[in-house]
């Protein structure tokens, strides 16, 4: 990237950060505000080893205005032997956006490892608790691709009526998806409704969150303070900031 990482890449090579660059293979329209970009991992797969896991993502470089710009997303069926993976983009107004809808074969892009973890929850939950929205889409799927045999039930907040098509790894016969349109509020009032009759015991349930920081904060309060679940049974992260 012409003109360096800045003070944030700075930070992170003192964080020991792990540099690579992604090559672009293609790309796919899942929606029309939906953009999946396929790519070569860049040595990233074989680096990272059996630290790889479920929710993994790495930080992406973009240049805006000359200055450069970094966003977070998951990695999305990463495969070590070929070494390649995909990453999706929920498209709105954006520097990321308008990269991942210009991406074309050859094109590369700088990428920055740092900060990506994922600690199971033990005892191993009996019923995962999902909550998101489609830019932790990629993040739900690969935690669902990690408890193959453990039931589900997902709150999916959808702003298009073609987020309805989005590829949600869901099974009907063991994931209960409750879709919630985005409004003022509704996503946080359905989960208050809805989830606490599915936690049996506080100290047992698990519950994932990531949707915008807003409503992460607010839902995050509310799981631990009010229904009392520990900090180790609450995956929380803010994934963006509303307008």
Excluded at 60 to 74: I, V
Excluded at 206 to 220: E, G, H, K, Q, S
Excluded at 229 to 243: D, E, M
Aim: net charge negative; charged share 20%; proline share 7%.
């Amino acid at each position: 990237m012409a003109g360096g990482k800045g003070w944030e890449g700075v930070v992170l090579k003192l964080l020991r950060g792990k540099d690579f660059t992604f090559t672009v293979t293609g790309a796919q329209d899942v929606t029309e505000h939906f953009r999946r970009v396929h790519l070569s991992d860049g040595g990233l797969l074989a680096a990272a080893g059996d630290s790889l896991h479920p929710t993994m993502w790495v930080r992406l470089w973009f240049e805006n205005g000359g200055k450069p710009h970094q966003r977070a997303y998951t990695l999305v069926d990463p495969d070590p032997v070929a070494g390649t993976f995909s990453l999706e983009f929920a498209l709105h107004d954006g520097v990321a956006s308008r990269w991942a809808l210009a991406a074309a074969p050859g094109d590369t892009i700088e990428a920055t490892v740092q900060g990506t973890g994922f600690e199971r929850p033990s005892p191993e939950p009996e019923l995962l608790l999902v909550i998101g929205d489609p830019a932790s889409l990629p993040a739900i799927n690969s935690l669902l691709d990690a408890y193959p045999q453990t039931p589900a039930t997902v709150w999916f907040e959808t702003q298009h009526a073609s987020d309805e098509l989005l590829p949600l790894r869901a099974d009907s016969a063991r994931h209960d998806v409750r879709r919630v349109a985005r409004a003022d509020g509704s996503l946080v009032e359905q989960v208050k409704a809805q989830l606490p009759e599915l936690v049996a015991d506080p100290a047992t349930a698990y519950v994932w969150l990531a949707c915008d920081t807003a409503t992460t904060r607010t839902l995050t309060g509310y799981l631990r303070k009010e229904l009392g679940l520990p900090k180790q049974r609450v995956n929380s992260l803010g994934y963006w900031r509303a307008a």
